[in-house]
């Protein structure tokens, strides 16, 4: 399970001056002050820095929750997953009807669980977590769930807290809760990629494929950044893939390699569907390239791309042979 990709660091310092700044204790004082210091550390992406005040501030005063707060987030960004969890959980404990600590400690929480299972499975296989084929429906995600709920009780509109339930619920094959989710998500926020992919990949998994494109087709509209689109653009391809229709999966796979250019998997499939439509010169370039580029973790697709390019010397030796002399 991945983690958004941006944080709501501006938060932490806006709760920090609405809800300690009137304590009138010197150690409250003095908390509150290294707290705005460590925020606005955070805020500057300065994470050790963070770290180092936010630590100083609950030291001063345990009850600052808006300092836990921030350490929390801080360390989920040096990936710092029990350490994350820890300060979050405090956050929470001392402030229960904060939607947005409940919801970061849940997916703190997501985080820590999928980290320690990948390592636990890795030394028993002997290999790199990243290796790892890690079954996400084994690991148990209830504590989290049980904050992301919590948070989306609290507050309806968080597209997070929405999206990581979704995922929870989709690995553990709840597959009507994730879909319910999933598209609370993209209401809660449309501009966002992660919701349009995992309900679109969703429905094509229920081979409801029309559906699948239609979700796509709104999030290639509505998600703004050219990185972040790029995975749409390849969902929908995909769906247009497994109708068989190779014009507009030709076209939609182009246009997750137009926005993201090391898209290895939208090339593999755009070399696919251009060997299906004939055209081997197109297709070649992709598949050769797709050999030569994509990642070890992509060595079923290669060997398919192999045999793909074999056919076309083969086919073109055959053509050669027929042609007049």
């Known amino acids: 399970m991945r983690p958004p990709n941006r944080f709501c660091f501006l938060l932490v310092a806006a709760l920090a001056g609405a809800t300690l700044l009137g304590c009138n204790d010197a150690g409250r004082n003095e908390s509150v002050k290294l707290a ?20 100083k501030a609950v030291e001063k005063y ?6 836990w707060y921030g350490l929390g987030l801080a360390h989920m960004s040096r990936k710092q997953h029990a350490e994350a969890v820890d300060a979050l959980g405090n956050a929470a404990r001392i402030v229960d009807d904060q939607p947005m600590y409940h919801m970061w400690l849940g997916i703190a929480m997501t985080m820590k669980a999928e980290a320690q299972a990948r390592e636990e499975q890795a030394r028993k296989e002997s290999k790199k977590p990243e290796e790892v084929e ?7 995600f209830e504590s989290a769930l049980q904050h992301l709920q919590q948070a989306v009780k609290l507050r309806g509109d968080l597209w997070r807290a929405h ?6 619920y989709r690995n553990g094959d709840k597959s ?8 609370k998500a993209i209401a809660a926020n449309p501009r966002e990629q992660g919701p349009y992919v995992a309900l679109a990949e969703l429905y094509s998994r229920w081979d409801y494929v029309d559906q699948a494109i239609q979700v796509a087709s709104q999030g290639t509209a509505n998600v703004p950044g050219a990185a972040e689109r790029a995975d749409i653009w390849y969902v929908l391809g995909m769906g247009y893939d497994s109708k068989r229709l190779d014009d507009k999966a030709v076209e939609s796979f182009s246009k997750a390699l137009e926005d993201r250019r090391d898209h290895h998997k939208a090339k593999f499939q755009r070399g696919q569907a251009l060997f299906r439509k004939g055209d081997f010169s197109r297709a070649k370039r992709d598949l050769e390239d797709f050999v030569k580029t994509g990642s070890s973790k992509l060595d079923l697709q290669k060997t398919q791309a192999s045999k793909m390019l074999m056919d076309i ?13």
């Open 163 to 168: 999206y990581n339930l979704g995922l929870i």
């Open 134 to 140: 890690l079954d996400l429906g084994a690991v148990n």
């Open 62 to 67: 345990r009850d600052n929750h808006v300092a």
């Open 176 to 183: 009507k809760e994730a879909a319910e989710s999933f598209t």
């Open 36 to 55: 705005n210091e460590g925020n606005a550390a955070l805020n500057r992406k300065q994470y050790d820095d963070a770290i180092v005040q936010l630590k």
């Open 313 to 325: 010397v083969a086919a073109s030796a055959e053509a050669t042979a027929e042609s007049p002399k």
